[in-house]
């Protein structure tokens, strides 16, 4: 009798979960099969879900891959996450490593002030930031949108670090400055190796972040030479009085590809930086 | 751990220093800069020279009319799409901690949205949602719901709509990843606990459940909310603000104001009031989680 119950409620929980699959996966199967049909129609009347087979075909995705912007594209959107991911890895588990073990005058109040200002959203500091940018002579130039990335990331970033430089036991941090060692080997040979999966799961939330941002690039950056992709996805969209919808999506479909693979192969470091912050509160 | 020697007091300070430096510049400065800014008159043509005008600027903002409409617009946006991510992606999780098998494929499917970026996923919605658009032709032709192609990124309470349902289409997933964790970790005797009391699942639900997360519903509250107010892309790719700027919300109005007339005192003071609210909102939600027994 229970069985049958407990049988019954686990069909329904795969239902739901089935069509909650469907309603997430929807948008994006549309997206892909918009880009695998001809580029002729605006819109497609009537519009169908999948392209019909014979009509299906790739002209959209040779547009793309044969224009050099494409790739420039591609080449900074690289240039400037990488770069980002890395020096933000670098000067957070540093910080993370002096304000989780050390104490100094001012900690509490340097560490409550770098985490307040993740309360305000991002986009709201533009204009200063934009005024910034003009005086340091970053507007329109590829490299200048790294220190902006890095600067936005740091908080978060240190705050997840900084909870496993915690957890680090005192006892081998101790040994080792008993035989010797400074502080900075005991931080490049213990304390990073150690946190590594800490540095690695809030690494891949950096790379999403540069590699997806749009208001702030969108704004500092003219030349379409030197736009990443959200920018030239974007610009695709508003550059003639009727969009290419198939040219939009065929090159959202590759902007995609690297993000996904990043992410079902760090899989597992996702959900554990995305967890160590919410559950201890 | 103390600072014994002075070489290891430097190398602590040079291991501070570059992401205190970067930090200080790009984003503190910033934040001081726009408060200061916020009293002063600034705009396009007077870049030089910024003298103190006081609370003009706050006074120009909370007298314009479309300030208020954007203003709600943002309420509006957080206050359907917040409670919507947490209620679906606290359901999904409990479906996913009830199963065995291919729990990890359902949750790498349920975290796409989340993954896809803001531009794709806008213009994804914009491009379903238009006029001529797939769902237009599935309500006119395929179910006969409505004789006429519907309108929908043309009125403010349609197009802002459009941008919500993607927003919860999109958050859903971090929800779900966040409170599945939270899910994990009640321990399994209290269930056992509540069973023997002759609980059923729904009271199990709020009397164990919902109480044992409780810190994870707070983060996940004030994190949403922050994203609610930071929405931006979605807005200026499906609407850009159209019609009139009644589909704009904070954010997009005062990169508008910004940008687009060169009133950046205006943009200045539009921002801080923003960030008090959320800051005012964050403590009010602190303070309500802290009292009440869920």
Redesign the interface.
């Known amino acids: 009798m229970r069985s049958k119950r407990n049988q019954r409620a686990n069909l329904l929980r795969y239902l739901l979960l089935l069509a909650g699959a469907v309603l997430c996966t929807l948008p994006m199967i549309y997206m892909i099969s918009t880009s695998l049909r001809p580029n002729g129609a605006l819109y497609e009347f009537p519009p169908r879900f999948f392209p019909r087979l014979s009509a299906v075909t790739l002209e959209n995705y040779q547009y793309i891959l044969t224009q050099s912007k494409f790739y420039i594209n591609f080449l900074n959107s690289v240039l400037v996450s990488v770069s980002s991911v890395a020096l933000a890895a670098g000067v957070s588990s540093a910080m993370a490593f002096v304000i989780g073990k050390f104490n100094f005058p001012g900690k509490r109040l340097l560490f409550g002030f770098i985490i307040l200002t993740m309360i305000i959203p991002g986009t709201t500091m533009i204009v200063p930031q934009f005024e910034l940018a003009t005086k340091l002579g970053l507007v329109n130039k590829l490299w200048g949108l790294i220190p902006f990335y890095v600067a936005w990331v740091i908080p978060f970033s240190t705050f997840m670090i900084k909870g496993f430089m915690e957890g680090i036991p005192n006892e081998i941090t101790e040994a080792t400055y008993i035989d010797g060692a400074s502080v900075m080997t005991v931080f490049l040979r213990i304390a990073l190796p150690l946190a590594a999966p800490a540095i690695a799961s809030v690494s891949i939330f950096n790379f999403l972040t540069a590699w997806e941002e749009y208001p702030w690039a969108n704004t500092v950056i003219n030349d379409t030479s030197l736009r990443t992709l959200p920018i030239a996805i974007a610009g695709f969209f508003g550059q003639h009085q009727f969009t290419q919808w198939g040219y939009v999506f065929a090159m959202s479909v590759l902007t995609l590809i690297p993000v996904i693979i990043v992410f079902i192969t760090c899989q597992k470091f996702f959900v554990q930086g995305l967890t160590a912050g919410s559950v201890k509160g | 751990?103390?600072?014994r020697s002075r070489?290891?007091r430097f190398?602590?300070a040079?291991?501070?220093a570059?992401?205190?430096i970067?930090?200080g510049?790009?984003?503190?400065?910033?934040?001081f800069?726009?408060l200061w800014?916020s009293f002063c008159d600034w705009q396009l043509g007077s870049m030089l020279q910024q003298p103190w005008i006081g609370l003009a600027n706050y006074q120009d903002v909370l007298s314009d009319s479309t300030f208020w409409t954007v203003f709600v617009n943002s309420i509006v946006y957080t206050l359907v799409t917040v409670p919507g991510q947490m209620l679906i992606g606290l359901f999904?999780a409990v479906?996913?901690n009830?199963?065995r098998r291919?729990s990890?494929g359902?949750?790498?499917?349920?975290?796409?949205?989340v993954?896809?970026?803001?531009?794709?996923?806008s213009?994804?919605?914009r491009?379903?949602f238009?006029t001529?658009?797939?769902l237009n032709?599935v309500l006119t032709?395929g179910l006969g719901i409505t004789s006429q192609n519907v309108r929908w990124l043309d009125t403010r309470w349609s197009g802002l709509s459009v941008a919500m349902i993607l927003g919860i289409?999109k958050g859903?997933?971090?929800n779900m990843?966040?409170f599945l964790?939270?899910l994990q970790?009640v321990p399994a005797d209290l269930y056992e606990a509540a069973e023997i009391d002759g609980c059923g699942a729904w009271k199990k639900f709020c009397n164990v459940t919902l109480p044992s997360i409780r810190?994870?519903i707070?983060?996940?509250l004030?994190m949403l909310t922050?994203?609610g107010?930071?929405v931006?892309?979605s807005i200026?790719?499906i609407t850009g603000g159209k019609p009139a700027h009644q589909t704009d919300t904070l954010?997009t109005w005062?990169?508008h104001k910004?940008?687009s007339t060169g009133k950046?005192g205006y943009?200045?003071a539009l921002?801080f009031i923003?960030?008090l609210t959320?800051?005012l909102l964050?403590i009010v939600q602190i303070k309500a989680m802290k009292n009440k027994d869920l």
Do not use: C, D, H
């Open positions: 751990m103390e600072m070489s290891n190398q602590l040079a291991l501070l570059p992401g205190l970067v930090f510049t790009f984003t503190a400065y910033p934040i800069r726009l800014t999904v479906l996913l009830g199963i291919f990890v359902f949750r790498v499917i349920n975290y796409l949205p993954i896809t970026s803001w531009v794709i996923a213009l994804v919605f491009y379903i238009n001529e658009g797939l032709y032709k289409w859903v997933g971090w990843v966040v964790a939270a970790q810190s994870t707070l983060f996940a004030i922050i994203g107010f930071n931006f892309t200026k790719m954010l005062m990169y910004a940008f950046f943009a200045a921002s923003m960030a959320l800051g964050a």
